[in-house]
């Protein structure tokens, strides 16, 4: 019963460096989705992808970039990171119809 | 477009105090309403939701109701535990059908409970 699962949990980069973050989920939901949780703004959305094949910029895409591997995978690319990156993110499922199920969340620290 | 405007944290309360957490917003369309929780070091889960109008959802002793006369969503309970201590946000999907439906959250109140 794993749900959403983030990896990894905790990261720590130097400005430049590039990383891949993992989501993986096992609900068989279409739809997936990226957020970064930063102090007194809340939730705010990077990318999505309603379905296998498909990919749409969110609030606030710069600096990002997505791949759905397949139904299962949604990985979210900093190809050179900045300090600003430094947020923790979370990553979503969803079912049509159905509210979004939240991983336990990346804590990404820029140096 | 879309937004949700919840009351400022923290809010720190005695065990077996009222709560409310308010929550308002603005949409076009018909949006639904979900409350989220997040407790320390882990992701959000889902609290309850309302999907229309006059509509109440509730869980675990918590409740809201859907006003549209007033953009209003907030947040009760009737007595809160230490246990309810978390982070607690408001959101709201825009709704749409045939592609994935987006949540605009609010920024989150910190929610404290003391014995």
């Known amino acids: 019963n794993a749900g959403v699962t983030q990896t990894p949990k905790f990261q720590v980069l130097k400005t430049g460096q590039s990383m891949t973050l993992q989501c993986a989920q096992d609900m068989n939901h279409n739809s997936m989705y990226w957020y970064r949780q930063d102090p007194g703004m809340g939730l705010r959305l990077i990318y999505y992808s309603a379905s296998e094949g498909t990919t749409d910029k969110g609030e606030v895409p710069n600096g990002y970039n997505v791949s759905r591997l397949n139904k299962r995978e949604f990985s979210l690319r900093l190809e050179s990171a900045a300090p600003s990156q430094t947020s923790v993110y979370f990553c979503?499922?969803?079912?049509?119809?159905?509210?979004?199920?939240f991983g336990d969340g990346t804590r990404l620290s820029i140096l | 477009g879309d937004s949700v405007t919840q009351m400022e944290g923290p809010v720190t309360l005695s065990e077996e105090a009222f709560l409310t957490i308010n929550c308002t917003y603005t949409a076009t369309g018909y949006p639904s309403l979900f409350w989220y929780v997040q407790y320390p070091g882990e992701g959000l889960q889902l609290l309850l939701k309302?999907?229309?109008?006059?509509d109440k959802g509730s869980n675990k002793g918590f409740e809201a109701t859907y006003r549209k006369e007033t953009t209003s969503f907030h947040l009760e309970k009737g007595s809160v535990q230490v246990s309810d201590s978390a982070v607690y946000f408001c959101?709201?999907?825009?709704?749409?059908?045939?592609?994935?439906?987006?949540?605009?959250f609010g920024t989150g109140t910190r929610l404290q409970v003391t014995l």
């Open positions: 959101a709201l999907s825009d709704g749409t059908t045939g592609t994935a439906s987006k949540l605009t």
């Open positions: 309302a999907t229309k109008a006059d």
């Open positions: 979503a499922s969803r079912a049509d119809s159905q509210p979004q199920h």
